[in-house]
């Protein structure tokens, strides 16, 4: 199992943050788009790194076309030595209208389109083939010389999916080269739904999942603060109707309800006293270092082929992890 960091918000913290996930054995490091970009730092942790996997965990989709993400992540892969990994996600509605004033609807279909599109993009740049995309999202018929980068001796990069839901995880099977699995889910809805909707969507392209990378953000807490954090997260989380399926398969839905309507009104501290503690046992692995890694093992091994350890507010160093690394290793 690959093991996974997470750079701090912005650069300012970019290089020291990457150096010190390579040095404490970590396979990648990944940025993540709220307050900041989620490309420019992983140009600097790619400049001070040798070995780590890079990649935004992940960039809005919706917020971009697929031209303006194809250049950047084929420039961050070339820069990179070929390390690049594309994390992207869909978002919901309101942020995509409201935050960013794009376009919103059929977002597993959209979704589907924008991986195309990219491909069609990166092959016209690599191959020489004429850019010829034409879809009911997005259109992509011009390419002059000018603007074509020479061939890029890595290829494209990998292109890994956010996926809760049971239409884009297929779409992600069926499209994308790995999955990123919301910290917001469980075992069971791991085994039960992701993978084999995953499998699905590979079928559906006639592949295997031979080489498709699934990869699951962990919730971890190692001191009562990390577990309030926690707690607050699936909460806030568990509001979002999206993310229902993953309550409804446990009959727990009825919370989404609660905390949906509870979200409206501002009672976040209110919500995270009412995860149960089954929910919160179902999602969530506190302990030592020791008893996670044995937990986490337990539970993914032969699920999971990369794992980053969430830990909800101020994104601490990869440092902070280091130990966990090294039992997750033994």
């Known amino acids: 199992m690959k093991l996974d960091a997470r750079l701090r918000n912005g650069m300012t913290h970019a290089i020291d943050d990457a150096k010190a996930a390579e040095e404490a054995g970590f396979d990648g490091a990944w940025s993540t788009e709220n307050q900041h970009d989620p490309f420019l730092p992983l140009a600097l942790a790619a400049e001070h790194t040798e070995r780590l996997d890079l990649g935004p965990s992940v960039a809005i989709a919706f917020a971009r076309t697929p031209m303006t993400v194809a250049v950047q992540a084929n420039d961050l892969h070339r820069f990179s030595g070929g390390r690049m990994h594309l994390g992207l996600g869909s978002q919901i509605r309101p942020h995509i209208t409201k935050r960013f004033s794009m376009e919103w609807s059929k977002p597993a279909d959209r979704m589907r389109e924008f991986v195309q599109a990219l491909h069609a993009i990166w092959n016209t740049w690599n191959e020489g083939t004429p850019l010829k995309f034409d879809g009911d999202f997005y259109t992509h018929t011009l390419m002059i010389p000018a603007f074509t980068p020479p061939p890029n001796p890595h290829g494209p990069p990998k292109v890994v999916l956010a996926a809760v839901g049971p239409m884009m995880t297929e779409v992600c099977g069926e499209v994308a080269d790995g999955i990123q699995a919301h910290p917001f889910t469980t075992e069971r809805y791991l085994r ?79 919500m995270a006293q009412m995860v149960p503690d089954e929910v919160f046992d179902a999602m969530a692995v506190v302990g030592t270092p020791k008893e996670i890694a044995t937990e986490l093992h337990r539970r993914y091994d032969g699920l999971v082929g990369r794992m980053r350890f969430n830990v909800p507010g101020d994104t601490p160093s990869p440092s902070r992890f280091a130990e966990l690394v090294d039992a997750m290793r033994a």
């Open 192 to 270: 039960e739904v992701t993978l084999p909707r995953l499998e699905a969507g590979r079928a559906i392209a006639g592949k295997t999942m031979e080489g498709f990378d699934v990869g699951m953000s962990v919730f971890v807490a190692m001191n009562d603060e990390e577990i309030a954090g926690v707690r607050k997260q699936i909460s806030f989380y568990g509001s979002t109707p999206a993310y229902r399926p993953v309550l409804d398969l446990h009959g727990w839905g009825e919370l989404q309800t609660e905390w949906n309507a509870m979200s409206k009104q501002g009672s976040w501290d209110a």
